[in-house]
């Protein structure tokens, strides 16, 4: 627990444990009594598209969706259409092309979603004395953001806002991945290591084709251009596939675990129900098994975002 420095002086009186958490930056998790919480995020969440106007997130997000494209030009111009097999070409660009569109998705869908923040400024007296606490329960306060701090919530200095099940904040989705928009965020590594593969089989069938024949009947391009392109697109490609695969592993372990990248890292006890395997799938993804789970597309209300007022701009969301 913190020390007082932090302490809603005005609540002591009548919550004597009252404290507040430090964030995931001074090393000094606080974990304490749940405050039930469940509804503070969700208008926010559901009136405003999320956007994290950060320098560098914006530039590794827009770097991640030209080198998707880059993929795109080389598998479909270098490779497949000039390919003399018609149905190789259909079926790789079809697949190929489809897991490229739904890995974009993932990435859109993961970074305008609210990853579950916890509203700013929301520590006052009269929502304190709201929340009708037992003698002896604990809550705590973000000293930066000035809200109460559900369990397992911790604050992003990026985002400037406490998050629910912070797993943690990745630049190349300029987002934050917790509780609302890890389902994304799992997709996107998982269509990025399938692309990823896709393009490095295709390009070694391309490689062991063309030796073969001459390389000018090979692709529209000349020979020594199409070279560097495919060792290009190899070389993102191992890229790619290594570091969203284990990505990916590292997510799906944490979710059958019922536990976030912070809280491995910090050891933390659990003092929360864990829901454990399957179980935790469903709490990720929602509903039974079934593919709707590799859908990014899911709970889009495309005519509610239009019907939206425009204008307003307020910390890291605007509205739309
Ligand atoms: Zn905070
Ligand atoms: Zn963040």
């Given at each position: 627990m913190q020390s007082s420095n932090h302490r809603l002086r005005e609540m002591e009186q009548h919550h004597p444990l009252l404290s507040a958490g430090a964030d995931v930056?001074?090393?000094?998790l606080a974990a304490g009594?749940?405050?039930?919480?469940?509804?503070?995020?969700q208008a926010a969440g559901n009136r405003t598209l999320w956007f994290i106007h950060d320098s560098c997130g914006m530039v590794c997000a827009t770097m991640t969706w030209l080198l998707v494209l880059y993929a795109e030009f080389v598998v479909n111009f270098?490779?497949?259409?000039?390919?003399?097999?018609f149905w190789y070409s259909l079926l790789n660009g079809a697949a190929f092309n489809s897991f490229a569109v739904l890995a974009l998705a993932s990435h859109v869908r993961t970074m305008l979603t609210d990853p579950g923040a916890v509203p700013k400024g929301n520590a006052t007296k009269e929502y304190m004395e709201g929340l009708?606490?037992?003698?002896?329960e604990v809550i705590y306060k973000c000293p930066k953001c000035c809200s109460i701090k559900p369990e397992r919530a911790h604050h992003c200095s990026i985002c400037k806002r406490c998050i629910r099940k912070m797993d943690h904040h990745c630049p190349w989705v300029n987002n934050c991945v917790g509780e609302k928009n890890q389902r994304f965020f799992v997709l996107f590594t998982m269509y990025i290591a399938l692309i990823s593969g896709h393009a490095l089989g295709l390009s070694g069938v391309h490689f062991f084709t063309c030796i073969k024949v001459q390389w000018n009947e090979c692709s529209d391009f000349s020979p020594g251009v199409s070279v560097l392109l495919l060792i290009f697109l190899c070389l993102e490609a191992i890229l790619f596939l290594t570091f969203t695969a284990v990505m990916f592993g590292t997510q799906i372990h944490s979710i059958c675990n019922d536990e976030t990248e912070i809280e491995r890292l910090k050891n933390e006890k659990p003092t929360w129900e864990r829901r454990m395997r399957w179980d935790g799938m469903k709490a990720v993804f929602?509903?039974?098994?079934?593919?709707?789970?590799?859908?990014?597309?899911?709970?889009?209300r495309l005519r509610r975002l239009m019907l939206l007022p425009h204008g307003r701009r307020g910390g890291s969301e605007f509205s739309v």
């Open positions: 930056e001074s090393g000094t009594v749940i405050v039930g919480n469940t509804h503070m995020g270098v490779m497949l259409l000039p390919s003399k097999s009708q606490l037992k003698p002896g929602g509903g039974p098994p079934s593919l709707l789970w590799c859908n990014p597309f899911t709970g889009l």
